[in-house]
DNA sequence: ACAATCAATATTGGATCCAAAATAAAATCT
DNA sequence: AGATTTTATTTTGGATCCAATATTGATTGT
């Protein structure tokens, strides 16, 4: 299922997408530090490329940089989870306001593509293989929009709640709900009703919210 | 007048800003390669911290990168400064409404002197000092707003269009607007008038994109 | 003169090394 | 024993070096 075949082109990008991985899994855990040493030698490179990689990481507020004392795993309180989901609310609004009015034929066949390959993997029980046809959904969505700078800062809010949204899927009725307004999302689009998309996507977000909310309720106990 | 007094932590953060300075006065033009050993012996340091200075840029979007090609200065069309300027609108809106609930005296008493500063800037001619300051102004107001990935993003947005604003202020008669426009945005805050704040901000924004409008028009003649 | 090929040069990417700072551990003092 | 200072260790920040790739310039052939 992985198109990624062919090695990155540099040891940065190797090591960036390394440490994505790593964070996404928890392998890194939210609030533990990242020593470069060891990170090198696990994967086999020089300091060098892992020092690039982890600027690009600080950039999209992945990891805390504090000057001397080196990277950690950025963490993310309720508030914080909640800015995230208020910033996406506003930016995908007008992602999908700009969309709608582009969005071809062929888009539309891979929004419904990417949502088969959603259920597939949610019927499989692969988490991670679900989060990643997801993203491919909601983001062919945004790249309708022709909006650079916009997906760009929408991936990285999605980034910053990966870890989370993961939580969501591996409940099986919030993997039944998905598949279900994915659904509503696509006849949306295909009818061009941007203020029903508008309506569908924002009560499509509220679950992953409400489940977030509810996780570090728990987590306090 | 700069505060900025005491030198910088580390050598990346040095450079950071040295190349923010030349990417901000265009010493650096926008589509020009950056020559990583010519910048080193310029400044005097190594190319390691030069190249995770860069990583940071690039993440910000005011450099481009391509492996084993090295880093260019960013360009920006007509369509990217409208897209950044879209995306302002939005954030901006949001930021303030939040700002408005949260906003202190003391935050009030911060806008005013930004604007001091401005005008006290704009009547001795100092183009760059009045740059500064009107920033100061408008991130009093966003700050405010106590969101600081908006603010991130906000950030970034300014930084890709600071070049060209600075266009703006060299005209008398858009001196004399900024003035006018930021007391009536004062008197928003003050009245905690939401709505005419917006309408106010969005109003001040317009005549920048006029400018960049014309300046790039008799750019192609 | 122009295009294509080959050689020379410039530039980036990564590894290794050392100094400076931060952290952890040991020793000293009250 | 507990707090404080001193010493040892770990870790980061920066410089230098070399290999791999890209770019430029020269050479050859048509």
């Known amino acids: 299922m992985d198109i990624e075949a062919r090695p990155p082109q540099t040891t940065q990008q190797y090591v960036l997408d390394q440490l994505r991985r790593a964070i996404l899994t928890g392998q890194l855990a939210p609030g533990s530090a990242i020593r470069q040493d060891a990170l090198a030698d696990q994967l086999g490179v020089s300091r060098v490329p892992i020092r690039e990689a982890l600027k ?109 949204r993961s939580l969501y899927y591996s409940e099986e009725s919030n993997r039944e709900r998905v598949d279900r307004e994915h659904k509503g999302i696509i006849d949306a689009v295909r009818a061009r009703d941007t203020d029903d998309l508008i309506r569908r996507l924002s009560e499509h977000r509220a679950g992953t919210v409400a489940t977030f909310r509810e996780f570090m309720a728990k987590q306090e106990s």
Chains 1, 2 share one sequence.
């Open 56 to 164: 690009i990481l600080e950039g999209e507020g992945q990891v805390i940089y504090r000057p001397r004392r080196g990277y950690m795993v950025a963490e993310l309180a309720l508030e914080d989870f909640l800015e995230v989901y208020r910033i996406r609310q506003i930016l995908e609004d007008e992602a999908v306001r700009r969309a709608v009015e582009r969005i071809t034929d062929e888009d539309i066949q891979r929004l419904q593509d990417a949502h088969a390959d959603v259920v597939a993997a949610g019927q499989a029980g692969e988490i991670t293989a679900m989060a990643a046809a997801n993203r491919r959904f909601h983001f062919t969505l945004i790249d309708a929009a022709g909006m650079p700078r916009l997906r760009r800062f929408l991936s990285i809010l999605w980034d910053a709640s990966d870890v989370y």
